[in-house]
């Protein structure tokens, strides 16, 4: 059994629970990102930590009975992968099924749903219901990753919204369920989620409660696919009151279009985006077709764009370019402080300053580009008459 080298709560205190509220992005993380504040930083950390325990978990032993499956049971998994003081209770495993095209179909399992107990409650300031998902592993999988088509989500059958479109090939991973009824098949991803997840508000409506979404990679847009549903069908209101939903994504690829992005704003789900920057699966899908398009006038239904806050990292090693989307490097960087904060420097807040800073360069190039291409026209045409 692994041991981590101190319990992901310990850092936090008293002062979380009297702030979590904007940790969790009550107010879009205003000057928490740059610099990093240390309390945002551990939750970060720690929210990091119980998504890699699912790679951890994931069994990937074609000898053994649970290949693509969870090694460890519910009881024990948190223990086995070193977060035995995480103080998180596992309430559900999750599992998805990807298109069938690949001779892997089939529910494999995905991530867990969890509850804070009572004495990480207290130091937390609210009943956290953690959503914690892994990323790409299976072909399927990999299958649906690639099928990056927008499609409308209609998650809603009250309100089917055409507009807010999602990549299909998550929404499919998200909803498919195993019409052959294999073993590990419960429903879709969908299902089982939308199931736990509304008993566990009822069970804890008397309390202060909060809805943490994680996920690295694919599992950052399942996250979001859950947030946005969630609220959507308000699934996370009582009485007169809405439970807070928090995506925490890393290395997350781009979900839906500006109508989804505008639609996630308006229901109040708050996504911190942490990226490497150096990481492509950020830059996809929409390499070409996305946000920075809609200024040139660009349609917002054919333009792939980000949700939420973005909190920058850098971070490559030469002998090893697959680092760059490495969830354990995510995390490995930012429990560093010396490198988010080396000399009193922060790191962190520098690159977002700088990716902003090539933003508006960009910008201004293609302005220029514009108009130089503008003119070449009008003096071929005049030369033309």
């Known amino acids: 059994m692994k041991v981590r080298s101190s319990s992901p709560v310990a850092s936090t205190g008293c002062e979380l629970a009297s702030i979590w509220r ?3 992005g009550a107010d879009d993380w205003a000057g928490l990102v740059e610099p990093l504040n240390p309390v945002l930083r551990d939750e970060v950390v720690r929210y990091g930590e119980l998504v890699t325990a699912c790679y951890e978990a994931f069994d990937l032993d074609r000898a053994s009975p649970r290949f693509l499956q969870c090694k460890h049971g519910k009881e024990r998994l948190l223990h086995e992968t070193g977060l035995g003081s995480a103080g998180y209770e596992i309430s559900r ?37 953690l959503v914690a998902f892994r990323g790409t592993v299976t072909k399927s999988e990999w299958a649906a990753n690639l099928m990056s088509s927008l499609t409308p989500a209609r998650l809603d059958p009250h309100g089917p919204r055409p507009e807010v479109m ?7 991973l998200y909803t498919n369920s195993d019409s052959q009824r294999r073993r590990f098949s419960h429903g879709s991803c969908r299902q089982q989620l939308l199931k736990e997840v509304a008993r566990l508000v009822k069970k ?7 809805l943490t979404l994680a996920g690295h990679s694919m599992g950052s847009a399942l996250a979001l696919l859950l947030g946005y549903d969630l609220a959507e069908l308000g699934l996370n209101w009582r009485a007169e009151a809405a439970v ?10 781009r979900v839906g279009n500006w109508w989804f992005k505008e639609r996630c704003d308006e229901l109040a789900v708050k996504v911190l985006r942490v990226v490497n920057v150096r ?16 200024r040139w006038g660009a349609t917002a239904s054919q333009c792939y764009t980000h949700v939420g806050v973005e909190l920058a990292l850098d971070f490559f090693e030469a002998k090893n370019p697959a680092c760059v989307h490495d969830m354990a490097k995510y ?26 800073k090539m933003e508006e360069l960009s910008w201004l190039f293609r302005k220029v580009a514009h108009l130089i291409n503008h003119s070449s026209c009008s003096s071929e045409i005049n030369y033309k008459i």
């Open 93 to 129: 495993y999750i599992y998805a099924t990807g298109p069938d095209i690949l001779g892997d179909g089939g529910g494999r399992w995905i991530g867990y749903v969890a509850v804070a107990t009572d004495e990480v409650a207290r130091r937390l300031g609210r009943r956290d219901v």
């Open 166 to 172: 999602v990549e299909s090939g998550f929404l499919t």
């Open 279 to 294: 990481d492509p699966v950020t830059k996809l899908p929409g390499l070409f077709l996305n946000e920075s398009l809609r």
């Open 204 to 210: 804890h409506e008397a309390e202060e409660m909060s």
């Open 244 to 253: 807070p939903i928090t995506v925490y994504s890393y290395g997350g690829p």
């Open 22 to 24: 904007k940790i969790q």
């Open 331 to 356: 995390v490995a960087l930012l429990k560093c402080r010396r490198c988010i904060s080396a000399g009193g420097v922060d790191w962190v807040g520098k690159t977002a300053v700088l990716l902003k």
